[in-house]
């Protein structure tokens, strides 16, 4: 019955859906609406103007850097919403139904993770850093970070990984994304311009274009680090909670 | 309705069927990951949705390079958007799982119509 | 530029500082982080009432991010329907977090406050966010901030029925979200940009009026849920009734009414109501809101007489206000208008002071029976005393402000010729004195009567005690803001 329902009601959307994908504009034509009104101007005049010759980082960085602001804070509200759920700093609880299963990863496994992970690190600062010319950029770069340190608590359990990244040296790093962002809306202030400027006036050209130059990369920098600290709290977070069902019983 | 288009934006329609199946799995299936699943179904539907809008045909990815004219670049702003959908996505998964682990930890099931009584959260 | 300039960013950018900065504070000193989000939520407090001065002597003040032209960057657009709301999101919200901090440090593990306050200070920013930005897809962003943080903050005590709400209320609000963000897509697909001034002017010229007419579907829909309307209200009264009591009174006086001012933006800013080629559809889902905003009245006030269960019965009661709002916002007369908006206020103060008051008896008792509640006039008099006063506002009988904002919606219909609709809400009204007075009743005419006065602490009634004068102020003293609220309805009308 209940069924019966949601399947007339799918359909009543999906008619009214499809209808109006049929009055859209023609895909791929060139002459769209969305195509004559606003991204020409960015594709044209995107590197002089946001400094940034990847127009798709121009965008994030600069004309919509205030929806990234938000964004990196919607990530930030996610991981105080993952450990406040599942309590990370209440004491105890260290280990997972991994560690205590006895069973370890093979030699074989950790020494090929110990060499992939400062590799896989290392082509994430790549992307984090090229992301201004081609495709790449904060976000993508931390998620390559945070799968990295996936893969070493995988092999190495979790103890390992919490003694290298401890809580006191995480939590400060969660918040430099927004932290970062915030610092380069308030320098716009301090020079009296509008809040996520990056080009400062009464500067010399060299000396405006150098400063806007170092602060899109300490915010990426921070996207970057900040996201993969993100995603590594949150599994971190996510998997210490197995001890609860599972009582150690190691053999 | 006008079949002739509908039959050329076939991306759109796509991205449609996805979105439906989506929407079916988060009301229908008792399973409360499964749910989850469809609500990541969704969203990745809305996001072939903005980038087929931002495509053009035969065009180039919006990197200023020597030789390619800004006029044949695909539009970066459903790039950038999607961007953050797809940051909002996993965070709103993140939270549904953590929310799911505690649940399977009072209930010891992820079962909506057992948890519930009766029907799933709709 | 001045500094006074730049206060419409930094009543957003300022708490977001706060937020990030509160676990930094957290780990070094846990019992600094209250303090501190306090001396965040009152900078912005500073900030939004420093602009009220700025906005009505030019009725709008715009912001443009990053200094690029509106349509090309992101703009901040305050009109005094915005710096109405971020006024209430900022009052309230400071006295529910000066609430907050006896009965977190009650209710919550130790471990969980410093998050606690963070979620808190990000629900507080992005709210106001939400309220002031003109930037479609912006609004988005903040509507996801907000939204996740209060699904964190009703499953933050990690309890059996909190996090099973919590999911229920994510389900929801998460598929309510992207649907939003299908609409956003079908928009921008066929007017080519994202500022809401912009794209009204751009659906003027007309062509693709009939995909603009699905993206109003699909909108309305979307924040539908948020608002908690008649046939998609379903998570609210389990997620209200279950988060802590802070909680409850901020996602009930604030959180659902984001999902009416979402509505209402996109009824009167991107879809203005002088649109020729979308009127039909327009005018029928106004209409169709109205209907549902209507039997919200009655079936929730029905449903809150029924409860045994006394948060459960405020839940139900902020659902049937949510019909009062829309339909007030839906009879599209100055009058229906002013005094949908005029509700917002009414109910976001009486409201949280019902929830706070709530709050506290559980606090001091741990009962939340409407029949346990006997003889607590005499035992925690102030308390009882602002439930009774923040009572009148509910039910709208006068001098408080719910009375105004009433008469208000009541004089909409009238205009509107909707005899049906008056019919109902002095129904809704009928029924909210049975359950509001029901409990007043328990509480001062049914003894036994515990001897002596074992009041909550201060924190937790002074913050209950001023909500409920708030009512009483804005009713007596209703024409401080009714004017200009008046000529803000009637220019949300022309569009």
């Excluded at chain 1, 400027?197 to 010399?204: A, D, E, R």
């Excluded at chain 3, 939520?41 to 420093?50: D, G, H, K, P, R």
């Excluded at chain 3, 849920?225 to 009591?245: M, Q, Y």
């Amino acid at each position: 019955m209940r069924k019966a329902i949601v399947v007339l009601a799918l359909v009543g959307i999906g008619v009214m859906l499809i209808y109006a994908v049929g009055e859209m504009p023609p895909m791929g034509d060139s002459g769209n609406p969305d195509k004559v009104h606003i991204a020409p101007r960015y594709l044209e005049h995107g590197e002089e103007e946001a400094g940034a010759s990847n127009v798709i980082t121009a965008v994030i960085l600069n004309y919509r850097g205030y929806d990234t602001m938000g964004e990196v804070a919607v990530i930030f509200c996610a991981l105080c919403a993952v450990v406040a759920i599942l309590n990370r700093e209440k004491p105890g609880l260290s280990r997972t139904s991994m560690d205590v299963s006895g069973v370890k990863a093979s030699v074989v496994v950790r020494t090929t993770i110990r060499f992939l992970v400062p590799v896989i690190i290392f082509f994430a600062v790549y992307i984090i850093l090229h992301g201004e010319s081609t495709p790449g950029g904060g976000f993508q770069g931390g998620a390559i970070i945070g799968a990295s340190i996936i893969l070493f608590t995988l092999a190495f359990g979790l103890p390992e990984s919490t003694r290298k990244l401890p809580l006191r040296f995480r939590i400060p790093l969660e918040s430099f994304a927004v932290i970062a962002f915030l610092a380069a809306g308030f320098t716009g202030i301090v020079f009296g311009v509008h809040f996520l400027t990056y080009l400062m006036p009464g500067l010399s050209e060299y000396a405006a274009e150098t400063i806007r130059h170092i602060m899109m990369m300490v915010i990426e920098i921070g996207i970057g680090f900040a996201g993969g600290i993100i995603f590594t709290s949150i599994m971190f977070a996510m998997i210490r909670e197995d001890q609860c069902e599972l009582q150690p019983d190691s053999p | 309705m006008n079949f002739n288009r509908i039959a050329h934006n076939l991306n759109y329609v796509s991205s449609v069927v996805l979105f439906l199946l989506g929407l079916y799995a988060v009301a229908v299936k008792p399973n409360l990951v499964k749910k989850i699943m469809g609500l990541n179904i969704m969203e990745t539907s809305v996001f072939l949705f903005m980038v087929s809008i931002g495509m053009v045909g035969s065009g180039n990815a919006p990197v200023v390079t020597e030789g390619v004219k800004p006029a044949t670049m695909v539009n970066p702003i459903p790039q950038a958007l999607i961007l953050t959908g797809i940051v909002v996505a996993v965070s709103t998964t993140a939270v549904a799982l953590s929310l799911c682990i505690k649940i399977h930890e009072h209930y010891g099931t992820l079962n909506a119509s057992e948890i519930l009584g009766t029907g799933g959260p709709f | 530029m001045s500094f006074s300039s730049q206060y419409p960013i930094l009543l957003e950018a300022v708490p977001l500082a706060f937020a990030a900065l509160c676990p930094i504070v957290g780990m070094w000193k846990r019992k600094l982080c209250f303090p501190f989000s306090v001396a965040g939520v009152l900078a912005t407090n500073f900030f939004i009432f420093s602009l009220w001065g700025k906005v009505t002597s030019t009725n709008t003040v715009t912001y443009a991010l990053g200094g690029w032209r509106p349509p090309f960057g992101i703009q901040i657009r305050i009109d005094y329907v915005g710096l109405f709301i971020a006024s209430i999101i900022g009052a309230v919200g400071l006295l529910v977090l000066i609430y907050s901090w006896r009965y977190v440090s009650h209710e919550l593990e130790e471990e969980k406050c410093t998050y606690y306050y963070t979620l808190y200070l990000l629900l507080f920013a992005s709210m106001l966010g939400f309220t002031v930005t003109g930037d479609i897809f912006n609004m988005f962003v903040f509507m996801e901030i907000f939204s996740i943080a209060s699904y964190a903050l009703v499953g933050i005590t990690g309890q059996r029925r909190a996090v099973r709400a919590a999911l229920k209320y994510l389900l929801m609000g998460a598929t309510s979200s992207i649907i939003v963000l299908l609409a956003i897509a079908f928009l921008y697909g066929t007017v080519g940009s994202l500022n809401m001034e912009d794209i009204a002017g751009r659906l003027q010229v007309g062509g693709y009026t009939s995909v603009a007419g699905v993206a109003l579907v699909l909108f309305l829909i979307g924040f539908a849920v948020k608002a908690a309307l008649f046939p998609v209200h379903v998570w609210l009264p389990d997620a209200h009734s279950i988060a802590p009591s802070p909680i409850s009174a901020v996602l009930s006086a604030l959180v659902i009414k984001m999902g009416v001012l979402g509505i209402l933006r996109i009824f009167f800013t991107v879809y203005t109501p002088g649109f020729a080629d979308l009127s039909g559809t327009w005018n029928a889902l106004t209409q169709a809101v109205a209907w549902c905003a209507a039997i919200s009245i009655v079936l929730a006030s029905i449903m809150a007489i029924i409860q045994r269960d006394f948060k459960v019965m405020i839940a139900y009661s902020s659902i049937a206000h949510i019909g009062y709002i829309l339909l007030g916002v839906c009879m599209l007369t100055d009058r229906g208008l002013t005094g949908g908006l005029y509700n917002i206020l009414a109910h976001a103060l009486g409201k949280s002071c019902f929830f706070l008051v709530a709050g506290a008896i559980i606090y001091k008792h741990g009962f939340r029976r409407i029949t346990s509640l006997r003889g607590l006039g005499r035992s925690m008099p102030v308390t009882a005393g602002a439930f009774a006063v923040a009572s009148l506002s509910i039910v709208g009988l006068p001098p408080s402000a719910g009375f105004i904002a009433k008469w208000y919606i009541l004089w909409g219909c009238l205009q509107k010729h909707q005899y049906a609709f008056v019919v109902m809400v002095l129904l809704g009204s009928l029924l909210a004195a049975v359950y509001c007075f029901r409990v007043v009743y328990y509480m001062f005419f049914v003894g036994p009567y515990g001897d002596g006065i074992d009041e909550a602490p201060a924190t937790m009634f002074v913050p209950a005690a001023s909500l409920a004068a708030g009512t009483l102020f804005f009713g007596i003293f209703a024409t401080l803001i009714l004017p200009s609220l008046g000529s803000a309805a009637r220019a949300l009308l022309a569009g």
